[in-house]
C-alpha cells in the first residue's frame, strides 16, 4: 500500500486494525510509533509521520509505544505477495538471514550487490538491511525478556546481539527502558514451564482455525507431527542452530487476534527463524478482509467465502520437506503419502534429543533423504525423482522465503519426474506464492464441477483468471467445499485421492500402500 498520507491517517482516526502492520505512525511531540489501531488519543495531522516499518521509524529517532506494543504486529502481507527483490529481501531478513549470515550473504542469496540491495530497501521501506534486522534482534530480545527468565546477559546473545553493550543500547533506544524495566513491567508473567518459551502470534481477523487444524492434521507425519489430545498441533523443527519442538494452540473462535505458541529449542538463538517459520506455516500475515473483498465478490466463489471466513492457505516450517513430500504424494493418497513420509523420517531423520509426546525425528537433509530412499517401498520412478530432487536441493536449489519463484518453477520442472502440478504445490506452500494455482488438480475438477462449470485444466485456469492475485485462497476455498459436499468424509482435501501429477505417466499401483488407497 502506498504510504498516502491522507489514507494513512484515516486508518488512524478509525482505529482500524486491518492497518496494523502495514505501517507505523510516529508522532513527533511524543517521540514514539505506535501501529494504526493505537488506543491513544489521536495526535494532529501535524505532528504526524507514516513509516513502511518499524525500522524506518526508529531510525528515524522514535521509540515503540509501550500501550500498543507496535513491534508485536502482523508482518505486512505486502511482503508475502510481492516477488520482486524487496519482498524477497524482507522475507529473508524476516527468517534472520542478516544475523546469520550477514548482509554479504542476503546480497548472495538474492544475487545482487550489497549496495543495490541496501539501496533499494531504503528507497522501499525507509531502512537498510542491518536497520531491519536490528529491529528484529529487538522484538527478539523482548520476547525473551518478557516471557523467560533467562539471564539479561543470555537473552543479548540468543536475540542475536553480538555484546552486551549493542543489546542495552538498542533496548534503550528502541523501548526507552533498560532491559531490567522491560522484565519487571512484563506483560506476559504467567506462569513458565521450564525450559520452553511460549509466545503470542498475532494475526488479522478473521482466522479459521478449524480448516488449518483439519488440513496439518490431515498431513501429519508419525514420528515428525502430531495433533495432541487436546486438539493442539505439534511437530519438530530443522532450523540453522539447531532442532526444536513446536507446538501450536488455535484459538477456537475466528475472532481471537492471538495464536499461542511454545517452542523448546536446543538454541535459543534459533527464536526468530523458528518464530517466522511458524507463521508461515499459518499463513499469519495474511490479509483476511482484502482476500475476502475480491473473491466474496465472484459469483462462483462468493458463498464459499462466506462460509469460510479467514481461511489461510497453510505453508510450511522447511522447503526442502515440503518438497521432499509432495513426491512422495504423488499417485497415492493422502494417508499414503503419510504413510512413506513416516518411513523415510523413521529411516534416515534425525533423532530429537528430547522425543515431545509421538514427535522423534526431525525431517531427514535432502542429502539424508537420498541415502534414505531404498528404505521407503515405492515404485523406481519416483525413487528417482527423489534422487534427482535430493541432488538438486543439496546443491543450490534454495526453496526459502526469498527464493526467485518463476526460477524456482523453472528449476523443478527440469528435474526428472516433476511436473506442472507438483512444482505449483510447491510454489503454494513453499514459496507462500499467495497467486498460485493447481488447475490439474482432481479436487479443484471436482470441486468446479459440483459448482456447476467445467473442471478440466484449460477451463480451471480460464476460470481462475479472474481470482488474481488471490488464487490461491480461491483454490483452499475449492478444497474446502468438497467437505461440505460430502460431510461424512473425513476433513479437507485429505478426504480426497492425493491428486496426480498430470505432467507423469500414472505409476504401477505399488502394493505396500494397497492398504492405504
Known sequence: MPLDFERCYRAVQSRDPRFDGWFFTAVRSTGIYCRPSCPAVTPKAANVSFHATAAAAQAAGYRACLRCRPDATPGSPEWDARADLVGRAMRLIADGVVDREGVAGLARRLHYSERHVHRQLVAEVGAGPIALARAQRANAARLLIETTDLPVSQVAFAA?????????????????????????HGRDRGERTPGALTVRLPHRR??????????????????????????????????????????????????AAHVDVTFRLTDLRDLAAAVERTRRLLDLDADPVAVAEHLGADALLGPLVAAGPGRRV???????????????????????????????????????????????HVFPSPAAVADGVGAVGMPATR???????????????????????????RRLLAVPGIGPWTAGYVALRALGDPDA??????????????????????????????????RAYALVHLWASLDAASPARSSGPAARPDPPDPSRPADPPDPALRKDR
Open 314 to 360: 497453510p505453508g510450511t516450517v522447511d522447503g526442502a520437506e515440503l518438497a521432499v513430500r509432495a513426491v512422495l504424494g504423488q499417485q497415492v493418497s493422502v494417508a499414503g503419502a503419510r504413510t512413506l513420509a513416516g518411513r523415510l523420517v523413521a529411516a534416515a531423520g534425525t533423532p530429537l534429543a528430547r522425543p515431545e509426546g509421538t514427535l522423534t
Open 383 to 409: 525413487r528417482a525423482a527423489l534422487v534427482a530432487l535430493s541432488a538438486a536441493l543439496d546443491d543450490d536449489l534454495a526453496l526459502d522465503p526469498g527464493a526467485d519463484r518463476a526460477d524456482v518453477e
Open 206 to 255: 478473521p482466522l479459521d482455525p478449524a480448516g488449518l487444524l483439519r488440513f496439518l492434521g490431515a498431513r501429519a507425519v508419525p514420528g515428525l507431527e502430531e495433533v495432541a489430545a487436546d486438539g493442539a498441533y505439534r511437530r519438530a523443527l530443522r532450523l540453522p542452530q539447531g532442532t526444536g519442538v513446536v507446538t501450536v494452540r488455535l484459538p477456537p473462535g475466528s475472532q
Open 160 to 184: 542475536g546481539f553480538s555484546s552486551i553493550r549493542q543489546f542495552n543500547d538498542t533496548i534503550r533506544a528502541v523501548f526507552a527502558r533498560t532491559p531490567s524495566e522491560l522484565r519487571a
Open 437 to 470: 494455482f493447481l488447475p490439474g488438480d482432481l479436487g479443484v475438477r471436482h470441486a468446479l464441477t459440483g459448482l456447476g462449470v467445467a473442471g478440466d485444466p484449460a477451463a480451471a485456469a480460464r476460470t481462475a483468471e479472474r481470482w488474481r492475485p488471490w
